[in-house]
């Protein structure tokens, strides 16, 4: 369980925090920030590996500091519970979040500590609706946000099914979200469309 209540802002845990979302992101900015994906040969040359190697490197070394980063913010969330503003500030507060969003197995244990971490202002609450739609894909059942967009085996990328979807951009704005479920979808690369959990189940999955 949690220590103390949070009180006050914690210098040192901010400052590991923040270098732990560094490194979080540090990869996954490689493989998908166009400013750097666009020039494979400078990363591949400042990575030391043949262009021809690049993603494999990539993924390699992003699952290793994913794997470094998980038993620091685990020992973290024990130690303190969810360090939220109160104790480490903004935007310092969303990097624990992003590193139990990224180890999906272990998104149903932290799930609860999200969300009343959410509900405390501790936590924007649009990234506890983010990881409770992941769960509901991952389980198979539809979500509430539609911020999961996902693609079977290089067909185009699709929507996952929303719970009552004609409801759901006003359930977006009430989370926080800054776009329009269409508007998300766009950014992503998958046109909008509500379907239903029994579209998908039509769906080739091979």
């Known amino acids: 369980m949690a220590a103390a209540a949070q009180t006050a ?15 979080d992101q540090r990869y996954r900015a490689m493989l998908f920030d166009p400013r750097l994906n666009r020039r494979p040969d400078s990363l591949a040359a400042a990575l030391g590996v043949a262009k021809a190697e690049l993603n494999t490197t990539i993924m ?32 310092t507060n969303e990097a624990a979040w992003h ?32 990881m409770l739609d992941r769960q509901l894909q991952h389980a198979g059942q539809a979500q509430l946000y539609g911020s999961q967009v996902i693609g079977y085996n290089g067909q185009p ?8 979807p004609a409801q759901v951009n006003q359930r977006r704005r009430q989370a926080g979200f800054k776009t329009t479920v269409e508007e998300n979808a766009a950014s992503l690369g998958a046109p909008y ?4 959990l029994e579209d998908v189940a039509k769906m080739p999955k091979q």
């Open 9 to 23: 802002l914690n210098p040192r845990l901010k400052h590991e925090l923040d270098s732990i979302y560094a490194v």
């Open 60 to 91: 390699d070394r992003m699952r290793r500091t994913d794997a470094t980063n998980l038993g620091r913010t685990q020992a973290i969330l024990q130690q303190y519970g969810y360090p939220g503003t109160s104790l480490v500030g903004a935007p």
């Open 99 to 130: 590193v139990i969003q990224h180890n999906p197995a272990l998104i149903d244990q932290y799930l609860p500590m999200m969300k009343t971490a959410a509900e405390k202002g501790e936590l924007p609450f649009f990234r506890y609706a983010v």
């Open 157 to 164: 990328p699709f929507v996952w099914p929303i719970q009552n």
């Open 193 to 196: 469309k509500a379907l239903t």
